[in-house]
């Protein structure tokens, strides 16, 4: 062996050969991770082959250093790498940060934080001295007191003294408490809920289901199957019972949630079970969290790994089980940066490699993998009774265009029904639920006189008014305009319309209707700070909020058994988005919403608030009539031959100029070879949001029917050959993604 062929984490596809040292020739391998010289820069790259002789002429820079002298993955994660670079088209050394970012291994010294514990033994005259010497020493000491045998944090402390350390030091002198300092375990910090104790009695559904399961898992090999449980059917308890199975055969689990507030609910749950046994991972661990967090996992400290979609590449050894809970959801999805994978799919095919069980959960189940349970490609297991004795809730469609008629008032928010069933909720101490799927204040800011806009320049997209941090914002780029509104800069006049609804101006609503009401409102704006989001959730939980307002992030997944009324505040948002999804998205989103209510004994209530009552997908979503919705989806999607009846792919190029965009869209278009029977091709045109964060955007989308191209080669083999192949097409400063199995094709 002479040399070495290496990947870069950047967008190209060549590889680049090194020389070996001489002294990293015995330990080099397929799979290193290695420093390399690139132009002025050293960086990290991948060892993807071995070669005798080089046709580079020149002389050729010899690699650096290697980072691993064994093996950082396992022959199953480098095969699961090989396979997210050949079907998303994307260069190896980017699907390998992706499953293990270079960064990771970094040396990150933990945060140190100051624990303190009760001492055992302290009499009572010496109790008595200490709160006669010091009442404030004396007070603290009996908050750690009750905290025993636990270790208590010492910053929780702060509310009841400014320096709480110096006190707790002193009380260690004095024999009352032990103080240690230590990094915080990411599980048993702010990172879940308190633990959740429940005495479980399975149905003779999920008895079924989980003995299905079991066998499957007992078997050690792949086995996929589609978990459809109604909501509230306790999928979650079912997911508790085979991990159990697991963890007796020696094996470990892995738990994909798509949203962080739903992993912080169920870690609690499974905190209860698994005690430390589990790890979660997440977007909101700080760099020492997730370095600390992966070295658990590595070393198999931790069997058990929750969290969201990059979970599926946690180096978790003996792998048993996989389960994708709410499998639908959008949030799977990758769109940037490349690899753009789908944890879903990514799941599936490492069950493959792994050889285990693989279970795909959902209420509403993607049409995708409905269907493929149709094929009887996946094992279908279905949960079709609520947990208990708990039964549907009761669903109220209220028309909007008939109560504007009845009341003459337009543009509601909170419609004469709605608002009496809250009213009477809250004079019974119970809960409501609110749900609106768009933040802030108002979504589009217009000039009353001239009609003038206010938009993102960078975006060509109206920005959004947040009333809490008065401020107007661009949801697609992240722009922020902190400037005063005091006159529109056409016409100059002071005269405002704020159009539209977010959730900040149907909470501040419901503050002014129901003043002695508790309200929270739960948004993305509040969830980018993971605390406070898990704060409002376990408030909730325990009965301290009355009211919670909050997006799509709480209309699925979360279990409160005690919400007898769920209101949705606009059903249509969402629904005639061009998208061929649109739909699909907005019936699972209602169903599902509606799904939060009535879990427990007393039956509960849902009113939905729509402008379009005799649409297929609020009438089929209001009935929670399933099937009705699916075959006509199904239907259409044959008719229009999109998913599940083919593979599609998005061509995406984007510049800082249209016209040179356009251009070279149009060309790449003409100059298409190896066209095939069953191949659609659509565009180019400007995307749906054209112009994002400066840079204008075109897409040609690819359609390849299933009836000609059963396993999505064929498409594979012509994106390759006219995008990757042809290495002397002239894009300037344009540049090109692409999107395989794209789930959005706005």
Known sequence: IMFAEVSLPISSFQTFTYSIPKELKKVLFVGSRVKVPFGRRKINGIVVSFIKESSFNGELKSIIDIDDATPVLSNELWKLINWISHYYITPIALAYNTVLPFALLNNHSPRQTWFVKYVDGNDIHKNNNLKKLSPKQHYIFNVIKKASPKYLKVSILKRMSSNPISICKA?????????????????????????????????????????????????????????????????????????KTVKKIGKCSIVLIPEISLTSQIAGRFREVFGDDMALWHSQLSKSQRAKTWQDINDGTCKIVIGARSSIFSPIKNLGLIIVDEEQDSSYKQDSPSPRYHARDVAIMRAKIEKCTVVLSSATPSLETFYNYKLKKYNYLKLSKRYGNAIYPKVHVVDLIDESKETGKFNIIISGLLQGKIEKRLNDDEQVLLIQNRRGFSPTVKCSDCGHIFMCLSCKTPLTFHKYDNNFKCHICGFISNKKLDSCKECLSQNFSYMGTGTQKVEELIQKTFPNARVARLDHDISKRNSPT???????????????????????????PEIPLVGIINADLGLHIPDFRSSEKTFQLIYQAAGRSGRGKKRGEVVIQTYE????????????????????????????????????????????????????????RNNFFGIYKGLEILGPAPCFKEKINNKYRFQIILKSSKKYDSNSEKLHSFISKNFIEQKNRLIGSNKIHIHIDPISMI
């Open 534 to 560: 898990i704060k409002v959730l376990q408030d909730f939980q325990d009965g301290e909020i009355d009211i919670l307002l909050g997006t799509q992030m709480i209309a699925k997944g979360l279990d409160f």
């Open 613 to 668: 009552k005799e649409n297929l997908v609020i009438n089929s979503a209001s009935k929670l009539n399933l099937k009705k919705y699916y075959d006509s989806m199904l239907t259409d999607r044959y008719t229009l031959n999109y998913p599940p009846f083919s593979w599609i792919s998005k061509i995406e190029f984007l510049g800082l100029n249209a016209k040179s965009v356009s251009s070279l869209s149009n060309r790449i």
């Open 171 to 243: 009380l260690e002198a004095k024999g009352f408490v032990n103080l240690k300092k230590s990094s915080q375990n990411p599980i048993t910090s702010t990172n879940s809920f308190k633990p959740i104790k429940k005495n479980i009695l399975y149905n003779e559904e999920q008895l079924k289901v989980i003995k299905s399961l079991n066998n499957s898992i007992i078997s050690k090999k792949y086995s996929p199957n589609l978990l459809h449980g109604v909501t509230g059917s306790g999928k979650t308890e079912v997911f508790i019972e085979i991990i």
